[in-house]
C-alpha cells in the first residue's frame, strides 16, 4: 500500500487537507496524525473493521484496548454509562489536553475498539490538526500512539513514517509534537480515580480538582514489577530500543564514573556504546556515543525528547546503553516509567 505523506502547518490548518484525511477515516481507512503529547494511528472508532487494521499495521494483541479521540464532551455522553460526577469535574480542568478518562461504555463503540472490556478509555486532544479531524470527518477516532508495537512512541512524523510506511492510507504531517510523552491515563470506574499511566497532568493536578487520586501498583517502579497493571498496554514491553538499556542511578559524579567504567569496558569490549547524559553532563563522558536528552533542570524538554533519543540510538546501531535518571519533581514518575520500562527495569545503583 502507498501511504500519503499530507503535509500541514498546525498554525494555519488546510481545510481541504484535512478532509482528505476525513474521508479516509470515513471509507474505513487509517491515519497517522499529530497530537499534543505523540502521534496517533487513527480509525473510525465505531467502525470494528477500522480497530481490526489499526492492530494489524501496528502489529499490536488485540486485546490490548484502543483510546477514543472526541471534539466535544457530548461525544463522552454519548459512548459512556453511567458517567462518575468526577468526569465533568476533571474534563473541565483538563479538557482539551493531555488526560484520557476510562469510564463504563454503552454499546455505540464496538468491542473490537476496547479490546473486548465493557469500559471505554476516552480522550479529548487540544492539537489543533487532531480537533479540526476529529471535527470534519465526523467520526469519533480511535487511536493508539502511531508506532510499531513495542518501539518508542512517536513524537515526530519522521518516526511514523520509518514505522508504518506502506502499512497505512496516510501520515498527517504536522510537525513535533509539543508534550512528548502519552496522556495520563484516570479510571473512574472503581471508587477512587487512579492513575493507570502517568503523563504530564499528574496526581498533584488531579487532587486539586476531584480531591484523593491512587495509583495503580502496578505502574509504580522497580520494587513493584510483580504487580499486574490494570491497564493492558502497560503490561507489555514497551517503548525500548533495539540495545540493552541500563539506568544508573545514585551521587551524580560517582553516576558518571560509573557509566565511564562501563562504557569504556563495554568498547573494549568491541560493542557500540550509547549514553544518555545531559547539557550539563554530555562533556563528562570519555567513551561511548553521547546524546544530550536536554537541560537537566527543564524537565519538559527532558520529556519532549525522550522518545526520540531512544529512536536515535537505535540509527547509532547501540548494542549497549546506559542513562542517567530523571526523577524531576513535577513529571519524574512519568519519564522514569517510560524509562523504566524502556530499559526492562534494569537499574545500577552506584
Ligand atoms: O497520548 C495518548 O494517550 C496517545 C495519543 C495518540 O492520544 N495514545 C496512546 O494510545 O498512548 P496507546 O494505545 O498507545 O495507549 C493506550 C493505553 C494502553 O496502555 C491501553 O492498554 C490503555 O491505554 N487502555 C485503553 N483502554 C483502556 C481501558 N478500557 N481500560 C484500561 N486501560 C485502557
Ligand atoms: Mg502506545
Known amino acids: 500500500m502507498d501511504t500519503k505523506v499530507i503535509r500541514i502547518d498546525p498554525e494555519n490548518?488546510?481545510?481541504?487537507?484535512?478532509?482528505?484525511?476525513?474521508?479516509?477515516?470515513?471509507?474505513?481507512?487509517?491515519?497517522?496524525f499529530p497530537t499534543e503529547t505523540v502521534y496517533?494511528?487513527?480509525?473510525?472508532?465505531?467502525d470494528a473493521g477500522a480497530s481490526e487494521a489499526i492492530y494489524a499495521a501496528k502489529g499490536r494483541p488485540s486485546d490490548n484496548p484502543l483510546i477514543v479521540h472526541i471534539c466535544d464532551y457530548s461525544q463522552l455522553e454519548s459512548i459512556a454509562a453511567d458517567l462518575p460526577s468526577e468526569a465533568k469535574k476533571l474534563s473541565d480542568a483538563f479538557w482539551p489536553g493531555p488526560m484520557t478518562l476510562i469510564v463504563n461504555k454503552n454499546g455505540v463503540i464496538p468491542h473490537e475498539t476496547t479490546g473486548g472490556l465493557d469500559t471505554v478509555a476516552v480522550r479529548f486532544p487540544s492539537h489543533p490538526i487532531a480537533n479540526a479531524l476529529i471535527r470534519e470527518s465526523g467520526?469519533?477516532?480511535?487511536?493508539?500512539?502511531?508506532?510499531?508495537?513495542?518501539r518508542p512512541s512517536p513524537t515526530k512524523a519522521e518516526h511514523v513514517i520509518?514505522?508504518?510506511?506502506g502499512r497505512i492510507d496516510a501520515i498527517i504531517d504536522g510537525g513535533p509534537v509539543q508534550i512528548g510523552l502519552e496522556s495520563t491515563i484516570v479510571d473512574l470506574t472503581e471508587g477512587l480515580p487512579t492513575i493507570l499511566r502517568?503523563?504530564?497532568?499528574?496526581?498533584?493536578?488531579?487532587?486539586?480538582?476531584?480531591?484523593?487520586?491512587?495509583?495503580?501498583?502496578?505502574?509504580?517502579?522497580?520494587?513493584?514489577?510483580?504487580?499486574?497493571?490494570?491497564?493492558?498496554?502497560?503490561?507489555?514491553?514497551?517503548?525500548?530500543?533495539?540495545?540493552?538499556?541500563k539506568i544508573v542511578s545514585g551521587e551524580p559524579d560517582r553516576v558518571i564514573a560509573e557509566i565511564n567504567r562501563l562504557a569504556a569496558e563495554g568498547e573494549a569490549?568491541?560493542?557500540?556504546?550509547?549514553?544518555?547524559?545531559?547539557?550539563?553532563?554530555?562533556?563528562?563522558?570519555?567513551?561511548?556515543h553521547?546524546?544530550?536528552?536536554?537541560?537537566?533542570?527543564?524537565?519538559?524538554?527532558?520529556?519532549?525528547?525522550?522518545?526520540?533519543?531512544?529512536?536515535?540510538?537505535?540509527?547509532?546501531g547501540a548494542e549497549l546503553i546506559y542513562s542517567e535518571e530523571f526523577s524531576t519533581p513535577r513529571i519524574g514518575n512519568a519519564i522514569m516509567n517510560r524509562l523504566l520500562k524502556a530499559a526492562a527495569h534494569q537499574v545500577i545503583e552506584v
Open 269 to 288: 569490549d568491541s560493542r557500540k556504546v550509547g549514553i544518555i547524559a545531559t547539557e550539563e553532563t554530555k562533556d563528562l563522558y570519555h567513551a561511548g
Open 13 to 32: 490548518i488546510d481545510i481541504t487537507k484535512i478532509n482528505e484525511a476525513g474521508d479516509i477515516l470515513r471509507k474505513g481507512g487509517l491515519v497517522a
Open 290 to 316: 553521547v546524546i544530550s536528552i536536554g537541560d537537566r533542570t527543564d524537565e519538559y524538554e527532558i520529556a519532549h525528547n525522550l522518545f526520540d533519543v531512544l529512536r536515535r540510538m537505535d540509527e547509532y
Open 198 to 245: 502517568p503523563g504530564y497532568i499528574n496526581k498533584q493536578m488531579l487532587e486539586e480538582v476531584v480531591g484523593e487520586v491512587k495509583v495503580d501498583p502496578g505502574i509504580l517502579g522497580t520494587e513493584n514489577v510483580h504487580v499486574r497493571p490494570k491497564a493492558p498496554g502497560m503490561r507489555y514491553k514497551h517503548y525500548a530500543p533495539k540495545g540493552d538499556l
Open 162 to 165: 520509518h514505522d508504518l510506511s
Open 40 to 46: 496517533g494511528l487513527g480509525g473510525n472508532a465505531c
Open 139 to 150: 467520526c469519533m477516532i480511535a487511536a493508539p500512539s502511531a508506532n510499531t508495537s513495542g
